[in-house]
């Protein structure tokens, strides 16, 4: 496949005509525009092609006014609920006017073909929708709006205008449920949610039943949060420990509950985020900088040249006749032909696509094509932990049982593990209270298992966890449920913090109980230990809980198991939860990724600084940061508490130090990315969520996760991880570092080939008298040699495999120039040595060997400069190896292009129809020796430039 993708580029670049220097700075220009375009406003706009836009939307434009009475409640987390005395002293209609429909917008500038000055008002995907576009400008199109929606969920699903946003939603007024248009609610609505709701406004609970809700995209829990309804008094309460509180976007996982609306719109955590972005400006890459920066450089000196030629040719200096004005011009056009790399641009532009392409095959979806040479100046990666350096699977790492603490073997749900008592693997079976503890777990739960690609939870992690740990011991959960039936229930509830069966055992009743361990020991009046049960003491109770914080303290969640006969019990909570056995406890984590560590490793070695950036609590991002070698001992783990109350200079200095970043919030993430760039520092941010979205936009390289990422979070981004992992971040890394390696290698070529043409035309017009007042070569030879003979190797040298030790190097200096003073050295060393061949040849045929004639000795020059190009090409494929270092017929690309470019140069000058168009003459078989010996001239030079590199 690559190697037709490579005759294409051939074959396209033949027919490709003169392309000036002009185009790279055109396209420099044109991606600044792009961004500027793309570039959020939030501004008032009139009817002079502008749009009014902010939150209190006009609702003539999108719904019906409702004639709903409606409370206005303006409740928060820290506030004490009085809801019934509020609902009946204070009612209010409330009208979208007054506060705006309940949607996400974002302005974009956009331009349409056909129709002038046009804006469109865009609804950010992961919300919702309806949104309008407005026609604005021509007398024909005004105030055309057409309206549409759809929102994209969590999972990148789209559901289309029956999404949540404009679906039905209950709410409770005028004393009865009623059910409205999801993106009609207002400040005051009370909200009915049950499981499986999308939640469409900001609200604070104020009835609740087993009330859970995932909000993993907001907060980055890696797990449902259970939710009640009592009051926070935290004043700065962080949004993951709102537990009163549910948000838009967000989904109810289980129960049910009552919510009073506190904010709708870009008011919500989510409003606040789509703010965040549209505030987020994107920067030119360094590779576009550097482009830029080059072409305006390059310009200059081809101009100055041009003028400095045209003053030789038109005063009588150097003992020759002064030419005409029109003379000069055209020696001047020449140099210029000579002096542009008319390639650069179309081999720039393959080398990123080709990189693009081959980051696609490493699972990294490249968004924009100068993002791929960035990743390669990377210096810090801030990653999240859930599902990038976790499995974002829940997994028991240890069980507590009889006294003993055993070890479980493998990750996620896949039942494939061992049972471990310190380093002796055991029998689950042959250990009644190891068995019992496991059963518990697998009986008391409402999860499922499905192996697919791979093995899938269906319900709460948590409970998915512990069937795989049954499992492992042998305890097949639809073999165990057959053989144990379930005959009654008490779920979970969150103020109780326990859940019970009731299963039949050997036809007698048995409650299984699971549950926070410190709570279920109050209900606990005995205790198994080694298959027998006795009476449970208060040095039991204490053996325990010093059990369970010794776990906690290694970032390890811990679940108490009991149980009891529930013959003739009645099945209440009141009646089975109480005089329970306790029998052990499972104690589990979101376990690192395997290949994580190695990952982290390679950017260590690489000078690149890995930063962990969670939502999660701080003891559990420490525990997993230090088995991934993130934090050491000593290093600085810090929550976003640790910093609210620092001042922006303590702030900055804290994270420059920080290794780990826990309950971090989207504006504390939109600051240390700010902090670290202010530093010099060229980020990669990594984010899956919601509340990741800001950030990535402000960092050099925003990575997205394409499995568990919101809509939002990779619109955000350059990058998105087909999956999700870390180590093809670190993947793409090397890729990037080789694109601009490769980038590097073939610009270094093309210009030492330009220089070297520009010092064979000068130095012949200045010594002309030494040449009989000729030139070497004509402006049609050098836009040959420039569009075939150097475009081929160019386009070769960018598929350049990347070089061993290229991880093993610190990150290049973005305000490093693409040709910097040692580089610029090395052009010229370089084209010096192809002037010197091409001079040599000139002059050997028109004055040393016998019969040849002036076009002879000028086809002379010309095949000279061929083969010294296409020669020195093997000697680019590395700035630092010699020749003899490296195998320099490895890369086949370049092998065929020295081949074709051989082959189309001899059939130029031997065929008499093409030899003729282009002024040249077939050679003897002793010239074209010559010519093809002094062709190894400049790769010589190419190889001293390396002696120079070393010792500058």
């Known amino acids: 496949m690559k190697m037709k993708v490579f005759f294409i580029i051939i074959i396209l670049t033949i027919s490709t005509s003169f392309v000036s220097l002009r185009t790279i700075y055109n396209e420099v220009k044109q991606n600044k525009t792009e961004m500027e375009i793309s570039k959020i406003e939030s501004s008032q706009i009139n009817t002079n092609n502008e749009v009014e836009h902010t939150n209190m939307v006009p609702s003539e ?23 019934e005395a509020d609902l009946s002293n204070f009612t209010l209609s409330l009208s979208f006017g007054q506060c705006g429909i309940n949607d996400i917008f974002s302005i974009k500038k956009i331009e349409l073909v056909g129709v002038e000055n046009q804006i469109a008002i865009e609804s ?8 309008t576009v407005k026609y604005i400008g021509t007398e024909k199109n005004t105030n055309k709006e057409i309206f549409t929606g759809g929102w994209h969920g969590s999972n990148g699903d789209v559901t289309g205008n029956a999404t949540a946003f404009t679906k039905m939603i209950a ?42 809700a995932e909000e993993a995209a907001l907060t980055g829990e890696s797990v449902p949060l259970t939710k009640h309804n009592k009051t926070i008094a935290d004043p700065e309460c962080p949004l993951a420990e709102m537990k009163n509180m549910v948000f838009s976007s967000t989904l109810i996982t289980y129960g049910r509950g009552k919510v009073i609306t506190t904010a709708t719109g870009m008011e919500t955590e989510v409003g606040k985020i789509a703010t965040m972005i549209s505030e987020a400006e994107e920067k030119m890459t360094p590779l576009q900088e550097s482009l830029e920066e080059f072409g305006a450089w390059l310009g200059k000196v081809i101009l100055a040249v041009c003028a400095i030629v045209a003053v030789i040719y038109m005063l009588p200096i150097l003992g020759r006749e002064p030419l005409s004005f029109f003379e000069a011009l055209v020696a ?5 032909v000579a002096a542009i790399p008319e390639g650069l ?47 974002n699977e829940m997994t028991v790492r240890s069980v507590w049982a009889g006294g003993k603490i055993y070890s479980i073997s493998g990750s996620g749900y896949d039942p494939e593990g061992k049972i471990s008592l310190e380093t002796t693997q055991v029998k689950a079976t042959d250990i009644p209270d190891l068995e019992m503890t496991l059963r518990i777990g697998l009986l008391c739960n409402n999860a499922r298992l499905a192996k697919e690609s791979k093995w899938l939870c269906f319900g709460d992690p948590t409970e998915g966890c512990l069937i795989t740990s049954a499992w492992k011991a042998g305890l097949e959960r639809e073999a165990t449920y057959a053989k144990y039936p379930r005959v009654e229930e008490i779920p979970f509830d969150s103020s109780r913090k326990r859940m019970t069966t009731v299963n039949k055992v050997d036809g007698k009743l048995v409650a299984y109980v699971k549950g926070a361990t410190e709570i279920l020991l109050d209900y606990c009046s005995s205790i198994q230990i080694d298959g027998k049960v006795r009476a449970i003491t208060d040095k039991d109770k204490k053996d325990i809980i010093s059990a369970y914080e010794l776990k906690a303290s290694e970032a390890l969640r811990g679940l108490g198991f009991a149980y009891r006969a529930a013959d003739g019990v009645k099945v209440d909570v009141d009646s089975m939860e109480k005089d329970l056995t306790f029998v052990g406890m499972q104690f589990m984590i979101d376990p690192p990724r395997e290949e994580a560590k190695a990952a982290i490793e390679v950017c260590h070695k690489a000078g690149i600084r890995v930063m962990m950036i969670t939502g999660d609590h701080l003891t559990t991002a420490k525990a997993i940061a230090s088995e991934l070698n993130i934090l050491h001992e000593g290093g600085l783990a810090l929550s976003g508490e640790d910093t609210r109350n620092m001042t922006d200079e303590e702030f900055e200095e804290a994270i420059l130090k920080c290794d780990v970043f826990a309950r971090s919030t989207p504006s504390d993430k939109i600051k240390i990315v700010e902090v670290l760039q202010k530093n010099g520092e060229v980020v990669a941010m990594t984010g899956d969520g919601v509340n990741d979205s800001p950030a990535l936009k402000q960092a050099e390289i925003g990575v997205a996760m394409g499995i568990t990422g919101t809509e939002v979070s990779k619109e955000a ?33 093309l210009v030492s080939c330009n ?50 030790n290229i991880m093993n190097q610190k990150p290049r200096d973005t305000k490093e120039k693409l040709l910097n003073k040692e580089t610029l050295i090395k052009v010229v060393i370089q084209g010096f040595g192809l002037m010197l061949a091409g001079l040599a040849a000139f002059k050997l045929g028109l004055d040393v060997i016998p019969g040849a004639s002036v076009t002879q000795a000028i086809t002379m020059a010309f095949l000279t400069v061929v083969f010294g190009e296409l020669f020195r090409a093997f000697s680019a494929r590395s700035e630092t190896k010699f020749l003899f270092q490296f195998n320099p017929l490895s890369n086949r690309f370049l092998n065929y292009s020295v081949f074709i470019s051989v082959g189309l140069v001899l059939a130029l000058i031997y065929i008499p129809f093409t030899a003729e168009i282009f002024s040249l003459e077939s050679l003897t078989f002793v010239e074209l020796l010559i010519a093809m010996a002094l062709g190894f001239v400049p790769m010589l030079f190419g190889e001293l430039t390396k002696i120079v590199n070393k010792s500058l």
């Open 345 to 391: 641009p179309a081999v720039v532009t393959t080398c990123l696509a080709i990189g693009v392409t081959s980051m696609s095959k490493k699972n990294a979806i490249i968004k924009k094509l100068h993002s791929v040479e960035t990743l390669g100046c990377t210096t810090v990666i801030c990653s999240d932990k859930t599902g990038t350096l976790t499995k």
């Open 332 to 336: 001047g056009v020449a140099l210029a």
């Open 171 to 212: 709410i409770y007024a005028d004393g009865k449920e009623i059910k409205i248009k999801a993106r009609e609610i207002v400040p005051g609505d009370i909200l009915i949610l049950n499981e499986g709701d999308k939640v469409p406004a900001d609200g604070r609970i104020f009835e609740e039943s087993n009330f859970k």
């Open 755 to 804: 220089i070297g043409e520009i010092l064979l035309i000068l130095v012949s017009m200045i010594f002309s008298s030494f040449f009989g007042g000729l030139l070497p070569l004509m402006a049609i030879h050098l836009l040959w040699i420039n569009l075939m003979t150097d475009s081929f190797p160019a386009f070769a040298l960018g598929m350049e495999k990347a070089e061993g």
């Open 124 to 131: 950010c995907t992961d919300w919702v929708g309806p949104y």
């Open 717 to 749: 981004s350059n990058m998105i991880l087909t999956d999700d992992n870390f180590t093809s971040i670190v993947a793409a890394v090397e890729e990037g570092r080789t694109i601009y390696s490769n980038i590097r290698k073939f610009t270094v070529f």
């Open 61 to 83: 434009l999108f719904v019906e006014e409702s004639k709903i009475k409606r409370s206005k409640l303006n409740y928060s987390y820290k506030d004490d609920l009085n809801v």
